[in-house]
């Protein structure tokens, strides 16, 4: 299958896309969470409301603006304007803003008394306190990623920068007598959700444990 269907080149492909996701949520959605729930500045209230106004949104209202924006920036056909999309997730932030809400007020004031930057506090009293809502982020930004079909197939035009959903679909074609061949390539995407779920799910059932009660 390998020889025939560049296959491991689009679980690599598929792994950097993953990668530059979850990354961007585990940085972005903590630092806007975070400052949305200890931060008071100006328009935050509004800001917050924007961020609820996108959830009502089906993602098939934005995809053509998207389009136009990642062409604009000169990153369709690459795996960089697949990944750009869905780089800090409005739900994540929202996820990570109710995590950090429910860490008492009493110790970042202390910390503020203590003379504590805005950085000290979220590195010292608000990481070590959501480390399972941030594991949750992770696991669904990977799982989010990982298995999105419509937008790369809408950017990506060469072959060789096919994520492993749309070349499935293409194995799919090409091999539809062989189902035995289906079944290695969809065995092959579904291992990594397998192993990222079986390393974080300590932190994540932590993390809806917090969320239920907190809820």
Do not use: C
């Given at each position: 299958?390998?020889?025939?269907?560049?296959v491991?080149?689009?679980a690599?492909?598929?792994?950097?896309?993953?990668?530059?996701?979850?990354?961007?949520?585990?940085?972005?959605?903590?630092?806007?969470?975070?400052?949305?729930?200890?931060?008071?500045?100006?328009?935050?209230?509004?800001l917050?409301?924007?961020?609820?106004?996108?959830?009502?949104l089906?993602?098939?209202?934005?995809?053509?603006?998207?389009?136009?924006?990642?062409?604009?920036?000169?990153?369709?056909?690459?795996l960089?304007?697949?990944?750009?999309?869905?780089?800090?997730?409005?739900?994540?932030?929202?996820l990570?803003?109710?995590a950090?809400q429910?860490?008492?007020?009493?110790?970042?004031?202390?910390?503020?008394?203590?003379g504590a930057?805005?950085?000290?506090?979220?590195?010292?009293?608000?990481l070590?306190?959501?480390?399972?809502?941030?594991?949750?982020?992770?696991?669904?930004?990977?799982?989010?990623?990982?298995?999105?079909?419509?937008?790369?197939?809408?950017?990506?035009t060469?072959?060789a920068?096919y994520?492993?959903?749309?070349?499935?679909?293409?194995?799919?074609?090409?091999?539809?007598?062989?189902?035995?061949?289906?079944?290695?390539?969809?065995m092959?995407?579904?291992?990594?959700?397998?192993?990222?779920f079986?390393?974080?799910?300590?932190?994540?059932?932590r993390?809806?444990?917090?969320?239920?009660?907190?809820?």
């Amino acid at each position: 299958m390998a020889e025939t269907v560049p296959v491991w080149s689009y679980a690599a492909n598929s792994l950097v896309v993953a990668a530059i996701v979850v990354a961007g949520n585990a940085v972005g959605a903590t630092i806007a969470g975070f400052a949305l729930a200890k931060l008071r500045f100006r328009g935050a209230k509004l800001l917050l409301g924007l961020f609820l106004a996108t959830l009502v949104l089906p993602g098939e209202v934005t995809i053509v603006s998207q389009y136009v924006t990642v062409r604009s920036l000169g990153l369709a056909d690459t795996l960089l304007g697949v990944a750009l999309p869905g780089a800090i997730g409005m739900l994540n932030v929202l996820l990570m803003r109710t995590a950090f809400q429910a860490i008492p007020r009493e110790m970042d004031e202390a910390a503020i008394i203590d003379g504590a930057t805005a950085w000290q506090r979220l590195r010292h009293i608000g990481l070590p306190n959501v480390r399972g809502m941030l594991s949750v982020v992770t696991i669904f930004a990977f799982i989010g990623a990982w298995d999105d079909f419509l937008w790369p197939l809408i950017v990506l035009t060469d072959p060789a920068n096919y994520t492993l959903t749309v070349g499935l679909q293409y194995l799919n074609g090409t091999f539809i007598a062989n189902p035995r061949l289906i079944a290695a390539g969809t065995m092959i995407s579904f291992l990594p959700i397998v192993i990222v779920f079986a390393a974080l799910q300590r932190f994540f059932f932590r993390g809806v444990e917090e969320g239920a009660i907190k809820g």
